[in-house]
């Protein structure tokens, strides 16, 4: 078994305003100095902050360690194993940072005419190539900045194709419980009412479910394959023809198309739409590190709706903007989109290539199903069902314990580790939701699975110890609900007694 370890970082040292002193300096400007001229003067008045009073007095190098400090207080991917499920959090190669920065890439504009950025575009044309061929779809945008703005995109082409049709009447979106959870909200903002549907007991949607629900008034279903349980729609199919013999549409969420990729192809089993997420499946920086990307894809019947601009290729070879359509939804952001995520996206599809693709969903799938099976016998597991590219546990088998799901993540700080998602999805109470990814070694996952077990046991045996963590950080447990409604962004001076 792999040595465990607490390998939290702990400061105890004072912030930088707290070692403040009357008099310290962090420059030295002897010319100034030697004729008794003020170091301010040489600056410009715009260079000088003066919004924040008593700003702290120290020297040079407590101010390099301040910020050294603040820089290792940031925990990503590159700083250890970030479980977070349903968001892949994967590691996202060095050179595609790379490749995007080169000049012709990022010196560029999208005022300049088409002739002077033929390589940009055939950037552009070549990923939406390579995305249709993965999936299956006829056509594709590349406008949306990222899930939720995807799914936004794809349902305003939903309404679009109804309203071609004279069929106003279909004014809901089917939503099942398992869904993401940007779902429908994004109907909502396109226009819709939504129908929640309950998934059945192993944690799927079944037929006859979505049969009694399905009439003229209902646009579409929206489906997450596999859903944020990490478990297959095994009944995909019979719902689709459901759907489709009563005049609705099918949208696919392909945030989860990792657990896919190379496995199956949506359109071929009857999806309408769906979107991408270029920053989880097709390794582009997430969060904090975007800009994000939601290439939205179509069936052939629903290509005229797309927004504009295109880009396709000529008979001579040549990249050409297509700009105008009477049938377009419209612009969904301005010029073409986030074009740095997409030079990204493709460095990684062609250095994967087919094999490659497919193999990041095998492994995926694999390190998801081999933590699963390591720690069912430590954490309750809600439902039974095959499970894909993330489990999903629960804190049912501790509760009598007096410990909570927050606890446990808490606790994970402690060892290293990023805490995985917690209390989604909803449909699993105190859920505690683990997606390993395919970026991360045997070695990391095994330490993860050991600290899992180890967790478990301080459960059993030493329960305060997770009601107090994290223990090994630079601040203890926060009051969470409190630090969204009134976040500290800056340093204030503490009011001394005597001010008051």
Not at 148 to 174: C, M, P, V, W
Not at 269 to 298: A, E, R, Y
Not at 386 to 409: N, Q
Request: hydrophobic letters at 35%; one cysteine or more.
């Amino acid at each position: 078994m792999k040595k465990i370890s607490l390998k939290g970082l702990k400061f105890n040292e004072p912030l930088i305003f707290e070692k403040s002193s009357s008099g310290k300096v962090g420059y030295s400007f002897r010319e100034c100095l030697s004729n008794g001229s003020d170091p301010e003067e040489i600056f410009d008045k715009k260079f000088i902050r003066t919004e924040i009073k008593d700003f702290p007095e120290v020297s040079e190098v407590e101010v390099i360690r301040h910020f050294t400090r603040l820089s290792q207080l940031n925990y990503g991917l590159d700083s250890g194993f970030y479980p977070l499920g349903s968001c892949t959090m994967k590691y996202n190669p060095k050179v595609n940072e790379d490749i995007a920065l080169l000049k012709g890439f990022n010196k560029i504009h999208p005022y300049f005419p088409e002739e002077f950025v033929q390589g940009a575009l055939q950037v552009i044309y070549e990923l939406q190539e390579k995305l249709k061929k993965i999936t299956g779809f006829d056509a594709v945008t590349l406008q949306p900045s990222a899930g939720a703005h995807a799914e936004f995109t794809g349902l305003k082409i939903i309404k679009a194709y109804h309203q071609s049709n004279q069929d106003n009447k279909r004014e809901y979106i089917l939503i099942p419980d398992s869904a993401h959870g940007t779902n429908p909200a994004s109907s909502t903002l396109a226009g819709f009412k939504v129908k929640n549907i309950k998934s059945g007991p192993g944690g799927y949607l079944q037929a006859d479910t979505i049969a009694q629900v399905m009439d003229e008034t209902v646009a579409g279903i929206m489906i997450t394959n596999p859903n944020t349980l990490g478990v297959f729609e095994k009944e995909i199919d019979k719902i689709i023809k459901i759907v489709h013999e009563r005049g609705g549409l099918v949208y696919g969420d392909g945030a989860n198309m990792n657990a896919l990729m190379g496995k199956l192809k949506p359109a071929d089993i009857g999806f309408d739409v769906m979107h991408l997420n270029l920053h989880k499946t097709f390794s582009t920086p997430h969060g904090g590190g975007g800009p994000g990307s939601g290439p939205v894809l179509v069936t052939e019947k629903l290509r005229r709706f797309l927004p504009l601009p295109l880009v396709t290729k000529s008979r001579e070879g040549d990249y050409l903007v297509i700009s105008k359509s009477d049938d377009s939804i419209g612009r969904m952001k301005s010029f073409f989109g986030n074009f740095s995520v997409w030079v990204k996206a493709l460095s990684y599809i062609l250095e994967m290539g087919e094999r490659g693709l497919t193999q990041a969903t095998e492994d995926a799938v694999l390190s998801a199903n081999y933590i699963r099976e390591s720690l069912k016998n430590y954490y309750h597991l809600p439902y039974e069902t095959d499970s894909l590219h993330e489990v999903v546990f629960s804190d049912k088998s501790f509760k009598d314990k007096g410990i909570e799901t927050m606890d446990l993540a808490k606790r994970l700080i402690d060892y290293g580790i990023h805490p995985a998602t917690v209390y989604f999805p909803l449909i699993v109470s105190g859920a505690i939701m683990i997606e390993p990814t395919e970026t991360e070694s045997k070695e990391e996952i095994d330490y993860f699975i050991n600290v899992m077990k180890n967790i478990a046991n301080e459960i059993n045996e030493t329960p305060d110890l997770l009601h107090m963590a994290p223990q090994i950080s630079v601040r203890k447990r926060l009051d969470e609900v409190r630090a969204a409604k009134h976040p500290k962004l800056r340093w204030y001076k503490p009011v001394e007694e005597d001010e008051e």
